[in-house]
């Protein structure tokens, strides 16, 4: 029972959850999958697998634990036939799983025999998911909190994706704030062509604009008059000031463009606060009919219990100005209804830092208590803290000023060439133009470094941003990945004689029947069989570190295989077979993996 119909595996935490799921039958339905809670053991002593869910089960079933978990054990006993060498019962009611040898050899097998998928089974729920991610804001610089909402979230697209969801990757970007009046303003005095309807008017450094136009609204009265009511010439919808408003979004754009090309961001679709301008006011109305939202000092807003400010006062969720604009969180809760109503998402996720906290929970509880969700919809925050420093302060150039995104990417990819070249080129000198076919690795080094430095942090924790330690080739970086699946592909290579012949892409030798003897051998494909395990604990728990984690400690136990274990000259042709076997499943699972964090590979490094 390993291997699932179509040849697949089949998941050990799918098959919890179907044990859950006819324990749920009879139970009333107090679970949920993400209950299930099975994670690769933390220790090889307590077996292979730990399932906690007994402890989660108890309470909503008025049980011991240690009697669920007895419960549990015979049910999959009963699913998995044979493949589990023990189910232990541990403390107040863990259950510790070790696999048979049998059932890891075929795992690592099926894995190779598929490259793309790796055996591992798409959802038994696919999904309809909504991953709102980027956002930066039109007219302003993008930032490294957009840098890190980018990276995240384009790990989380591609990871659910890749699990069967059907995913719409949204950037919801800023571009209707109460800054377009005296944007819309400064630019019919300043760029007149821009209100010709021609979106390719050239505005300029955006960011010298914004500053002038600030300027004159905080030094000029008439101005600031002009700018409060230009918004509302704009999101009334007057040409012209339409015109000048889509001529700085163009531009912005075309920035925007320039680092998501360098970071590979694929299938990102622009769908800005502009986007639900016409729903605002029936969400007010809505609001206001069910009686949640209340005048509050000439503005309307939502109070929910358990919100106040530090002086104790109640905090309210602002929906509508005092002048009659709508606010970010009005448009949020337009998003969320276009979002279940009309996309039909099952689960929407929000990448921003967590300085957003507050206001999500709040806007989620506000859509809840409108009754804007169906049942089953999940709205969930997704957290990150901040980019810092190296001596841990806000994070700047030497003079102070924020740091562009492009000039932090092409610093990444300045050192990578540097770093590259003297490796690769006799009397290599630092600044020199790197030979044609290095290019491609010292770019993908630079820029896969700032992503895995990211992605290798647990997302809720501020770091602090160092090229150094990013672009080391030691440790858990980008670097070293590269370099440990590069070294895997050419050991590949040698040993099943087709070395040469693959330059730029890897050829794999067909799989062989895994025979598994040695200790490093037994670890290597525990690690390995535990892939799809890791993947749904991502999909559901959305920690990427845990991805990069995991690649890490297989590079390791890879290399503790490799050591004591010689595949070239093993003793007999099915053990090379065999041992060959493994080493093109971790090329291939550092493979999938690395692809799922957005980042390309290169065939030596
Ligand atoms: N534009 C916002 C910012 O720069 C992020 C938007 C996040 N998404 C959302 N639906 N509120 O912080």
Redesign the pocket.
């Known amino acids: 029972m390993s291997t699932a119909q179509d040849g697949g595996l089949v998941l050990i935490t799918d098959v919890v959850n179907q044990v859950v799921d006819t324990l749920n039958d009879s139970f009333d339905g107090h679970y949920t999958h993400s209950d299930a809670m099975v994670t690769p053991a933390s220790n090889l002593k307590f077996g292979d697998y730990q399932c906690n869910a007994a402890m989660k089960l108890a309470k909503p079933l008025k049980m011991k634990p240690r009697d669920v978990a007895s419960i549990l054990v015979t049910e999959l006993n009963a699913k998995m036939a044979g493949e589990f060498e023990e189910l232990e019962i541990a403390g107040p009611g863990f259950i510790n799983m070790k696999l048979q040898r049998s059932y890891l050899e075929r795992a690592v097998q099926t894995m190779a025999a598929d490259s793309e998928r790796l055996g591992i089974p798409k959802s038994p729920n696919p999904k309809k998911i909504v991953v709102?991610f980027s956002?930066?804001?039109i007219a302003k610089e993008m930032h490294v909190g957009?840098l890190r909402s980018t990276i995240i979230g384009d790990t989380l697209a591609n990871l659910l994706t890749f699990k069967g969801h059907s995913v719409l990757r949204l950037n919801?970007?800023?571009d209707w704030g109460t800054q377009f009046g005296m944007l819309v303003e400064h630019l019919k005095d300043e760029f007149p062509a821009a209100l010709t309807g021609d979106e390719n008017v050239d505005l300029g450094n955006l960011v010298i604009l914004y500053k002038a136009a600030k300027k004159r609204f905080d030094d000029d009265d008439d101005f600031k008059v002009r700018a409060r009511e230009g918004v509302v010439r704009l999101q009334s919808g007057d040409e012209e000031s339409l015109a000048a408003w889509r001529c700085l979004c163009a531009t912005s754009r075309k920035e925007y463009a320039k680092i998501y090309d360098l970071l590979s961001i694929e299938n990102l679709e622009e769908r800005g606060e502009s986007f639900y301008n016409d729903m605002l006011k029936g969400v007010v109305e809505d609001l206001e009919e069910q009686g949640l939202a209340k005048k509050s000092e000439g503005a309307m807003a939502v109070f929910l219990d358990g919100y106040a400010n530090k002086d104790g006062t109640p905090l309210p969720l602002l929906v509508k100005k005092s002048d009659g604009g709508f606010n970010?969180a009005t448009t949020?809760l337009a998003?969320i209804t276009q979002r279940t109503q009309q996309e039909k998402a099952d689960r929407v996720l929000?990448v921003?830092d967590s300085g957003?906290a507050q206001h999500f929970k709040m806007v989620f509880e506000a859509a809840k208590l409108a009754g804007m969700l169906n049942d089953g919809v999940s709205l969930e925050h997704v957290p990150f803290g901040l980019v810092q420093g190296e001596d841990g302060k806000k994070f700047a150039t030497r003079s102070g000023d924020t740091v562009k995104l492009m000039d932090l990417l092409q610093e990444s990819i300045r050192i990578a060439t540097n770093d590259v070249g003297g490796r690769e080129v006799e009397g290599w000198q630092d600044g020199q133009e790197l030979p044609e076919e290095f290019k491609r690795t010292a770019k993908i080094v630079g820029i896969s470094a700032v992503k895995y430095a990211d992605l290798s942090m647990n997302r809720e924790s501020n770091y602090k941003f160092s090229y150094g330690r990013m672009l080391s080739l030691q440790g858990n970086t980008a670097p070293y990945m590269l370099y440990a699946r590069a070294r895997i592909c050419s050991i590949v290579k040698k040993a099943s004689g087709l070395e040469g012949v693959a330059e730029g892409s890897m050829i794999w030798p067909e799989p062989a029947p895994v025979l598994l003897g040695e200790e490093t051998e037994i670890e290597l494909a525990r690690q390995l069989a535990k892939f799809g395990d890791v993947l749904y604990d991502v999909e559901e728990e959305l920690y990427p570190n845990r991805l990069c984690d995991y690649l890490f400690e297989t590079s390791q136990k890879f290399s503790a295989f490799y050591e004591s274990c010689s595949v070239i000259k093993a003793e007999t042709e099915e053990l090379k077979a065999s041992r060959l076997t493994l080493a093109v499943t971790t090329a291939k699972v550092l493979t999938k993996g690395l692809g799922l964090l957005g980042i390309e590979v290169v065939d030596r490094l």
């Open positions: 709102d956002s930066p804001n957009h919801h970007v800023g970010y949020d998003a929000y921003t957003q």
